[in-house]
């Protein structure tokens, strides 16, 4: 790894030059794969709030490759040493991020059956929000997006009861056994009580506040969801949405932000990760450029140690094609070929020497008599990537005889 990152510092025109000129359609296609595949870890990790870590991995990886670079031994050696545990180490710290990416990846073509809340129903969960802030009475009452919670939410009870003020009163009871849990608003209905939810680690947001806005901003930065609090301290009603903690101010705001959310969960036909994922790429025009430049700089340190042209000579036997069931080939000179190609180690790979051949076809030689046929890139079948130098001899002199008069020379093939 330290020595092809180093290579690139060894970077200068004549090496761009060289491997433009190298860059062929697989490689395009190759290049611009690999980008979708960063910018959707990229799009993740914005999403997740977890860019500051990785840029942090970005930074020790940089320092891994410069001491490599400076020949700082102890260094290197030190993090060479620590490279296997930091791999654990990251694994466990972005345990969550792995496990909603994996399940992201898993339900995209999948559609929740999900219904509107009602214009009612609104109304009333607003009414009782706000009476409850009054009341200094502590809530915390999540409306599901189109991302699924299951995973991310413990305990609970199941109720399917249909919404209403006197229901959400006395779950958020003070006396009530589930008050300090969240309810499940969905389908106009409280699906589940008494629910747990993630804690953020966010402290920046949350310096002011209690345990139930933590819960409610660490469903917020894990789905899609709208969490509302109201602050049994603070006498105030929260949302919380898309890892961002907000104040609501008035009755006729949170009304405002309950309709447009809803409105933009059910406009869609397509499936959540697909919805999400197409309307970042307008949004993240700067990742999508460094995913580019990612991508394309994995590619050039790959392929920089194999971008200088090499030759291979390979030994192809003769082989006739469309020779007359009455005819046979004989005095063949050579039986044999040497085949010289040209092009970059990793072309030659796709050559298998077995199968290399020089075929000549005899449909236009009817005739008995001598023959000398000049060989050229049309007799050899094989991979484009590579140039085909030079076949050595150039020219096969071969006779064609009667069948019933002559035998076959070893290294010759017919084909009726």
Known sequence: MGASLVSLFHFNPATLKLLISNLQLTDIFDILFTAFLIYIVLWFLKRTRSLPAILGVFILLLIYSVSYWLNLSLTYKILQTLIGAFIVILVVIFQDEIKRFFYLIGSVGFKKQMAPLSPQTIDELVETLFMMAERHTGALIVIPGRESIKPYITGGFHADAEFSNPLILSLFDPHSPGHDGAV?????????????????????????????????????????????????????????????????????????????????????????????????????????????????????????????????????????????????????????????????????????????????????????????????????????????????????????????????????????
Do not use: C
């Open 184 to 416: 499940i608003l969905e389908n106009n209905k409280v699906e589940k009580f008494a629910v747990y939810l993630p804690l953020s680690k966010e402290n920046t947001q949350l310096k002011n506040y209690g345990t139930r806005h933590r819960a409610a901003l660490g469903l917020a930065e894990r789905t899609d969801a709208l969490v509302l609090v109201v602050s049994e301290e603070k006498g105030i009603v929260s949302l919380a949405h898309d890892g961002n903690l907000k104040t609501i101010k008035d009755k006729e705001e949170l009304i405002n932000i309950l309709r447009q959310f809803l409105h933009n969960l059910f406009r869609e036909k397509t499936s959540p990760s697909i919805v999400a994922f197409l309307r970042s790429f307008k949004a993240n025009i700067i990742f999508i450029i460094l995913a580019l430049i990612i991508s394309a700089t994995i590619w050039a340190i790959i392929s920089y140690p194999n971008l200088g042209i090499i030759q291979k000579n390979f030994i192809a036997p003769i082989e006739f094609t469309n020779i007359k069931s009455d005819m046979a080939v004989e005095e063949v000179k050579p039986l044999e070929v040497i085949a010289t190609f040209s092009g970059r180690s990793q072309d030659f790979k796709l050559l298998d020497p077995g199968q290399l051949k020089v075929t000549i076809d005899l449909t236009e030689m009817n005739k008995i008599g001598k023959y000398a046929v000049s060989l050229n890139k049309n007799n050899l079948k094989y991979p484009s990537s590579l140039s085909l130098v030079s076949l050595e001899p150039a020219k096969i002199q071969f006779k064609i005889s009667p069948q019933a008069n002559s035998s076959l020379n070893v290294g010759t093939t017919t084909t009726k």
